[in-house]
């Protein structure tokens, strides 16, 4: 891709607004910016770069805004080309306007994602870092604000060029060991080959045990609630989602349309799942939806599973017993939360965790909110390594990441077992490329167009 075309697209919401950001990048840049905007004391491609200059958008010949436009010139730009940044008055008509004269003056409407495509192909930063800035976008707590950042300035590239180096480093050392053996060329032996490659495979195995943070603050985990009628499911989910502001989308489902929800727990990130069912079940037919609590988690990771605390333990209780038994072999993970905190109680806690396998068990009060932090550090306790600083240590965030560096320890773990087995050096330095490829995917020194494109699909227009 050469990317000699010149490109636009507003980079704020769409709405009315203080201001809108217009940018513009590529060879044309300047010329296409001055013909839509005068600024008041020079041509705009006179401009020196990064410079807020006052002046006037045109269209027709005819004033129609006044604003501030930023010059850019490569490489010092966000995409490494030249760039200009357009502010005017953030109405959506005469923004529209702006964007419809700088195509009209040769720029080309930007695909959703190229600015920072264009950003990634000329170097200026590396895969990791462009989901980044995706992570940015999307955070919905400090933490995968944190974590956003340190990955954006290259915490995790950084481990992985280390371990990259290491490998390759490696790689040199084994054809030298195996192509002369007897000429004492190298100070690596077998068992020092062995020791180096068992140090980068526990890198990679911290890497990879950090992808349950990463995923936990910035994705989020797949959960559920489930338990009996007026055990109180809605109570606690409005009191997940009223703590912190409700994001609520819609996701098309293979068979039908369900609601997820986001509630932010602490730092982590919870996708309620299946929780349109749980609103309605004053007026639902089926009101314990056990059916229901069956297939909401079997998608879920995390199941709350509440029990009334105000009574003893019923049939339907029962039921929800022995599908916590189920659910906990099958590996997700379950708490008890005994709600009603507030009225005499009727049930203890080692009435529930006698009966089945939870990870933890509670009491809360959803009407008064007693108890919620404590969930809070149960959740916590569960997906977030104490050990992990998320502005400074490197952590996987994505599954793509995720697959990468687990691609790379498998290979890693074959060449271990390949220099155990006394195997030439053909087949450990074959298993070791191969790890170095897999780990090329992560900051995209060795990816597909596909997965590229796949990335940058997923931003907006302007980003
Ligand atoms: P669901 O059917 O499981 O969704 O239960 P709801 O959340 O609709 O609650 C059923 C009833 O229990 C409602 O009248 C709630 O006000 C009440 N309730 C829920 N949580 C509590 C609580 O913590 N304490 C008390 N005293 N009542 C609660």
Not at 3 to 28: E, N, Q
Not at 287 to 295: C, E, F, L, N
């Amino acid at each position: 891709m050469f990317f000699d075309d010149t490109i636009a697209a507003i980079s704020t919401p769409i709405g009315k607004a203080a201001i809108s950001v217009i940018r513009i990048s590529g060879p044309d840049a300047a010329a296409v910016a001055g013909q839509v905007f005068k600024p008041l004391k020079c041509p705009l491609e006179n401009l020196p770069p990064r410079y807020a200059a006052y002046g006037k958008f045109y269209a027709g010949g005819k004033i129609i805004d006044d604003g501030i436009a930023v010059l850019y010139r490569a490489p010092s730009s966000f995409t490494g080309q030249d760039m200009v940044e357009l502010s005017c008055h953030g109405g959506m008509l005469v923004t529209q306007c702006i964007l419809e004269q700088l195509l009209l003056a040769g720029a080309r409407l930007a695909e959703p994602g190229e600015f920072t495509r264009r950003a990634y192909c000329l170097g200026k930063l590396d895969l990791s870092q462009a989901e980044a800035i995706a992570l940015t976008l999307e955070a919905k707590n400090r933490a995968a604000l944190a974590v956003g950042a340190a990955q954006r300035e290259g915490i995790l590239s950084g481990k992985i060029k280390d371990i990259f180096d290491e490998i390759t480093d490696i790689v040199a050392s084994v054809y030298v060991y195996f192509d002369f053996p007897d000429e004492d060329l190298s100070d690596v032996g077998p068992d020092e080959l062995k020791s180096r490659l068992l140090d980068i495979s526990d890198k990679l195995h911290a890497l990879l045990a950090s992808y349950t943070t990463g995923r936990a603050v910035t994705e989020g985990i797949p959960t559920t609630i489930c338990g009996k009628p007026n055990s109180g499911k809605s109570s606690l989910l409005n009191r997940l989602l009223g703590t912190e502001r409700a994001i609520v989308t819609d996701i098309a489902g293979t068979t039908r349309d369900t609601i997820e929800e986001t509630a932010v727990v602490g730092n982590v990130t919870l996708r309620l799942c299946d929780t349109a069912g749980i609103r309605e079940t004053d007026d639902a037919v089926e009101k314990i939806g056990i059916s229901r609590a069956i297939s909401a988690a079997q998608s879920a990771e995390l199941i709350l599973a509440v029990f009334d605390g105000s009574v003893p333990l019923d049939g339907d209780d029962e039921k929800i017993l022995t599908l916590v038994s189920e659910w906990s072999a099958a590996g997700k993970k379950i708490i008890a939360v005994i709600n009603k905190a507030d009225l005499p109680q009727k049930l203890t806690e080692g009435d529930v965790t006698s009966r089945a396998d939870f990870d933890a068990a509670l009491r809360v009060s959803a009407a008064l909110g007693d108890g919620f932090d404590k969930l809070a550090d149960i959740i916590s306790s569960l997906y977030i390594d104490g050990s992990l600083d998320f502005g400074s240590d490197a952590i996987l965030t994505g599954a793509r990441q995720y697959s990468a560096v687990e691609g790379a320890l498998h290979r890693i773990e074959s060449a271990i077992a390949a220099l155990e087995e006394g195997m030439t050096a053909d087949i450990v330095g074959l298993d070791l490329e191969e790890a170095l490829k897999k780990l090329g995917e992560l900051d995209g020194r060795s990816v597909s167009e596909e997965v590229v494109d796949s990335i940058f699909r997923n931003f907006c227009v302007g980003k």
